[in-house]
């Protein structure tokens, strides 16, 4: 099931509009005037109502309206997982949603390709499931969970977030997931516990790229464990309605929208609870280049680039960097006191 909640970032209920017509607006505007319609009648349905009894028809309008528009344009649909999905078509800056075949078709996922066109490619058919996340460390209640017990236990909301990049390039994406402090409340930090780890599968045979030696395999990244229990800070399962594709990290990643992407680690298998700062991959490939915090800063500049701006993939030109990538009302009071430049 998706809820939407109240988050103080989502986009106004009149601004909200079925998937069909933001799936892929390209595709949208290319398709028939009756698939238009169709799509512009299920646009009409109230927008809260997902189980009431006129949703199955609305589902069907909807689902209908998706597929011939998929069709025309030669995608294939993806399986969904939720028929239905309320997403607006723009952040609450009024930015609008980065292209799905861009999310999609342009990643980073070293563990795949180093190049992001090649990504998607590379990793087709990675078997996502059965999967299992085990979480612990210094908690009470450690815990293997599997990847559908997590989706059971976890009501999926919608979040839209500006995904910035330490390349210097950005989206904006309509992410599903859960907070992460859900889980963690879950399994009881306990005392001691200051800082989260995360790692990423190790699997060189299904994860080609980690033959590389270039890079002290698997990923990992940390968080510190008030970073972690922010609401913003998000477990993904899905974006853009439908359940992750391998490129973006299925079956489950991390999102944490003020920092730069690299901190959003994808397809994790092990969560522990620590007391002390974790190493992360980049830390530990390039420490001169990549600290522990990492968050969006226009005036702390890479030492081989300049960080004051970035280009929205789908864009022409470049638009302003934000601090903490436009969320510091949110986040900037965990950083109080604290040296940004000294503390990259
Ligand atoms: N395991 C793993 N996680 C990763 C990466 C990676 O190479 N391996 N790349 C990171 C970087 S640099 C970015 S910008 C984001 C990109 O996420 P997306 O491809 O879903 O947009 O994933 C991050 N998570
Ligand atoms: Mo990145």
Known sequence: MLIKKRTGIEIPSSEITPKSVYLSRRAFMGATAAVAGAAALAACAPKTDLTGAGSAARMQATEAAQVAAAATAGVTPMPTATPIVIAGQTDEQGNPLTEYESVIGYN??????????????RAEGFQATPWQVAVGGLVNKPGT????????????????YRLRCVEGWSMVIPWLGFPLSALLNEVEPASGAQYVRFETLYDPERMPGQNSPFFPWPYVEGLRLDEAMNDLTLISTGLYGEELLPQNGAPLRLVVPWKYGFKSIKSIVKIDLVDEMPMSLW????????????NVNPEVNHPRWSQATERRIGEGGRRPTQLFNGYGEQVAALYDGMDLAENY
């Open 283 to 294: 830390m530990e490939a390039a420490p001169n280049e990549y600290g522990f915090y990492a």
């Open 108 to 121: 980073n996922f070293y563990e795949f390709s180093t190049n992001k066109e090649a990504v998607a490619g």
């Open 145 to 160: 969970y599997d990847i559908d017990d997590l989706r059971a236990r976890f009501t999926a909301e919608e979040r839209i």
